[in-house]
């Protein structure tokens, strides 16, 4: 990889997507599924612009976070929101969440309980 790449990142697959908690969003049935899940337990969508270097280094800083703390009983969703804009756009328009990137929704019941963007992201958005 390239020194430039090295700082800024690449449009290689992101290494989060191997993180054994992520479960990945790619169409509208992924997005359904997750929200039909939150109805019996809180589900985090993690949206991620990964050719923004701020959205880089708040993913990082979040899976660090939670490699870090145990017995959470939540699931974590990764959303590309480059390569999936469309379904962004879905979780905006359904749940009424203004977009943002990077950007954490906490999920409950079928519906949106919090959201955090840039620096505010944290596990504490979930642990309350």
């Not at 879905?90 to 519906?111: M, T, Y």
């Amino acid at each position: 990889m390239s020194l430039f790449g090295k700082i800024f990142g690449d449009n290689k697959e992101e290494e989060n997507k191997n993180s054994s908690f992520w479960k990945v969003i790619e169409n509208e049935d992924d997005l359904k599924n997750a929200v039909k899940i939150s109805e019996t337990k809180i589900i985090v969508i993690f949206k991620h612009s990964t050719k923004c270097f701020i959205s880089k280094t708040v993913l990082k800083n979040f899976e660090n976070e939670v490699k870090n703390t145990q017995n959470l009983n939540v699931d974590f969703y990764f959303l590309d929101l480059i390569k999936y804009r469309e379904i962004s756009n879905k979780i905006a328009e359904d749940f009424d969440v203004r977009h943002e990137s990077p950007q954490l929704i906490v999920f409950e019941n079928g519906r949106p309980l919090n959201n955090a963007s840039h620096q505010d992201i944290s596990l504490s958005q979930i642990i309350k």
